[in-house]
């Protein structure tokens, strides 16, 4: 199944703790429901994304990695 994001935000070029910090960012305006894919090539993020969700309540909806770049799907809840 396809994952389709409302909002896309590209981290890439940054490392820990950056991705999490724009990830808040964009939760903050995202609306209840709306997925956000963030963009990351810190493999920090792997760990970190997850447990920013598990933290927050978000819905972690996984992630998928394409030319060295992680996609992560988050559902704000």
Do not use: S
């Not at 389709?4 to 939760?27: F, N, R, W």
């Not at 598990?54 to 992560?72: A, C, I, P, R, S």
């Amino acid at each position: 199944m396809e994952i389709k994001p409302d909002i896309v935000h590209d981290a890439t070029g940054t490392y820990c703790p950056i991705p999490i910090t724009e990830l808040a960012k964009v939760m903050k305006k995202a609306e209840k429901g709306q997925i956000v894919e963030l963009l990351a090539d810190d493999e920090g993020a792997l760990q970190d994304v997850p447990a920013w969700c598990q933290t927050t309540g978000n819905e972690y909806l996984g992630y998928k990695e394409e030319d060295g770049v992680y996609h992560f799907y988050v559902r704000k809840v």
